[in-house]
């Protein structure tokens, strides 16, 4: 199905009668979640100009991914643009990315988004410097809001549901993601990333129908569905406070990346002083990801060595390391 041939939803009022689906409640014990350890590295960069694409590379080796072959799709964390903060992925760790997937042997890399608040996708890319980075990115980047879309079933309870085709052709998701903390959500890293693969032109923006849904259940169908993930967060500087987009800049020094994108969130948490165990979404994703630290091998640093405990809205504060 191509974008042309479908009517958008108008916006919020045209979706208003929705009912949110609520969660289940949380079990008092996390779900085991799938057979053996998950690899998480966690790799010290202490600024955005500290030899980027070497540093991903050893945490990409770190974590055993291979990618030789395979069509790529970075997806970074475009929002909003204001100078005064740290809104979005880096574009010094996106065009890291982009070289390290190349030198890995991808056979396609391709960096595409759908932000949720801006319409004018290029236009924001451009504000936040990707298109300086990136040398030839005006001929790959995707614009996911705008780009052709095809139904997929069995998605949040929908029985159709519609995604871009670039999503669905890729062979590997990297979600480069920021680490933030998140005003509805708690935290937000590599999982709530992908909410950018929803396509605006059909969902609206700020992507209604996942908010109609849910946020956290929203965040876990997602992740249901793609399952052909790797997780790079830019946690160089993060932001904390009032996020995603209003917080303050904090500066953390590490990117955290691996397969499992639940352990990778779950290991950005404690990095934050956050612990994952009470997250909403976490502890749901827990059947499918790692959240346990017993279940997570962490690779090139140790937590304790790179924790830096983010500032958290009051509503989150019990959302807080015991130790933290």
């Known amino acids: 199905m191509r974008r042309r041939d479908f009517i958008p939803l108008a916006g919020v009022a045209a979706v208003a009668g929705y009912a949110s689906l609520k969660m289940k409640t949380a079990p008092e014990k996390l779900a085991a979640g799938p057979r053996g350890n998950?690899?998480?590295?966690?790799?010290?960069?202490?600024?955005?100009?500290?030899?980027?694409?070497?540093?991903i590379l050893e945490g990409v080796r770190q974590c055993g991914l291979n990618v030789a072959g395979k069509r790529v799709?970075?997806?970074?964390?475009?929002?909003?643009?204001?100078?005064?903060?740290?809104?979005?992925?880096?574009?010094a760790v996106l065009a890291a990315a982009w070289e390290v997937f190349h030198q890995l042997g991808a056979a396609q890399v391709t960096i595409a988004e759908g932000p949720g608040h801006r319409r004018d996708s290029f236009g924001l890319a451009e504000d936040a410097g990707y298109f300086e980075a990136v040398h030839g990115l005006d001929?790959?980047?995707?614009?996911?809001?705008?780009?052709?879309?095809?139904?997929?079933?069995?998605?949040?309870?929908?029985?159709?549901?519609?995604?871009?085709?670039?999503?669905?052709?890729?062979?590997?998701?990297?979600?480069?993601?920021?680490?933030?903390?998140?005003h509805w959500a708690g935290a937000t890293l590599s999982m709530k990333n992908l909410f950018g693969l929803v396509p605006g032109s059909v969902y609206g923006w700020p992507k209604n129908k996942l908010h109609y849904i849910g946020i956290e259940e929203s965040i876990i169908a997602l992740n249901r569905r793609f399952r052909n993930t790797f997780a790079i967060?830019?946690?160089?500087?993060?932001?904390?406070?009032?996020?995603?987009?209003?917080?303050?800049?904090?500066f953390s020094g590490v990117l955290v990346m691996g397969a499992d994108v639940v352990a990778v969130d779950s290991t950005c948490c404690?990095?934050?002083?956050?612990?994952?165990?009470?997250?909403?979404?976490?502890?749901?994703?827990?059947?499918?990801?790692?959240?346990?630290?017993?279940?997570?091998?962490?690779?090139?640093?140790?937590?304790?060595?790179?924790?830096?405990?983010y500032e958290l809205l009051p509503d989150f504060q019990k959302l807080r390391l015991a130790q933290s």
Do not use: W
Not at 38 to 55: F, G, N, T
């Open 139 to 182: 001929r790959t980047f995707v614009d996911l809001n705008r780009d052709d879309v095809a139904c997929v079933g069995n998605f949040a309870n929908e029985a159709k549901f519609y995604f871009p085709q670039t999503v669905l052709d890729a062979d590997l998701i990297v979600s480069l993601a920021k680490m933030k903390t998140h």
């Open 38 to 55: 998950s690899s998480v590295a966690v790799i010290r960069a202490k600024s955005y100009s500290d030899e980027l694409a070497q540093k």
């Open 73 to 91: 799709l970075l997806k970074p964390n475009l929002v909003e643009f204001d100078p005064a903060t740290v809104i979005n992925t880096n574009a």
């Open 270 to 309: 404690r990095i934050m002083g956050i612990d994952p165990s009470k997250v909403e979404y976490l502890r749901t994703a827990a059947e499918f990801g790692h959240v346990e630290q017993s279940r997570i091998e962490q690779r090139g640093e140790a937590i304790s060595s790179v924790s830096t405990r």
């Open 233 to 250: 967060v830019d946690g160089i500087v993060g932001m904390e406070g009032n996020g995603p987009i209003q917080g303050s800049p904090k």
